[in-house]
């Protein structure tokens, strides 16, 4: 098997043509002619994900978050794509484009929270896909009973969410870092009472208040952590032969005291 090979099933399922401009996504290390013996997938590419790699015999690591996002102009020893090199890992990196995608990172969060989505948040390719989705709950949810539902389905220590009342009956959910200005906008726009997402910044918690919005914040690792295990799991139905594994130590970079 080689890494072309997976390559080309990735671009069938999530085509790396519908990420953004401004992303970085496909095969950042390494070549199409390698044999692949091994698959690492993970949220982020971290030296303790590569030790695991070197450890399980991966030689290839399948990651949500661009190892090179802006242009490099050094590679020093303790980077993750100067160690990639040295142990020869390649690197194949899918991100706003398995955001969107049919049975993607978003789709994986709406089918943990058990939600249904009755449209796209926000339209931004031809073909109809976008980010996020607007879902008519099943039940009637206050804030807090919101926020413990995120917390409990998503299996997190916290979320934070509004100091803000009344019936939640309508949501929009967005993983990652999701919401700005224009998230809020459509979100009032398409009925939602609360929005569902993580990295939520300071004046737009200001901003959705105002404006009688909700807002569960449930981190950005929260909301994208199970793209390793779906990422697993459809590759390794599509190809038997290689060992396919999430990565154990691809976790929340930071603690809560």
């Known amino acids: 098997m080689l890494t072309g090979e997976i390559l080309n099933y990735i671009n069938t399922i999530s085509p790396l043509a519908t990420a953004e401009s401004y992303d970085n996504v496909g095969l950042l290390v390494g070549g199409t002619e390698c044999h692949v013996s091994g698959i690492c997938c993970c949220l982020d590419i971290t030296n303790e994900v590569i030790d695991e790699a070197v450890l399980k015999g991966a030689n290839l690591i399948i990651a949500h978050h661009p190892v ?20 020869g890992i390649s690197a194949i990196c899918i991100h706003t484009n398995f955001d969107m995608s049919e049975g993607g990172v978003n789709d994986t969060l709406l089918e943990l929270l058990g939600f249904t989505q009755s449209e796209v948040l926000e339209v931004v390719n031809p073909n109809g896909l976008g980010y996020g989705a607007v879902c008519d709950l099943p039940l009637c949810f206050t804030s807090k009973a919101l926020a413990e539902h995120c917390k409990k389905s998503l299996d997190l220590e916290y979320v934070r969410v509004s100091r803000t009342e009344g019936e939640i009956r309508r949501a929009a959910v967005c993983c990652g870092g999701g919401v700005n200005s224009r998230i809020l906008q459509l979100a009032r726009e398409k009925r939602c009472d609360a929005v569902i997402s993580g990295d939520i910044k300071h004046n737009f918690w200001v901003e959705a208040i105002n404006s009688g919005i909700t807002l ?41 005291v």
């Open 68 to 87: 090179i996002f802006d242009p490099l102009k050094s590679v020093p020893s303790w980077s993750p794509v100067y160690r990639m090199i040295k142990y």
């Open 216 to 256: 569960v914040d449930a981190g950005h690792y929260g909301t994208e952590k199970a793209f390793s295990h779906r990422v697993a799991a459809l590759i390794s139905r599509a190809f038997a032969e290689v060992p396919v594994f999430s990565a154990d130590s691809d976790v929340d970079p930071c603690v809560y």
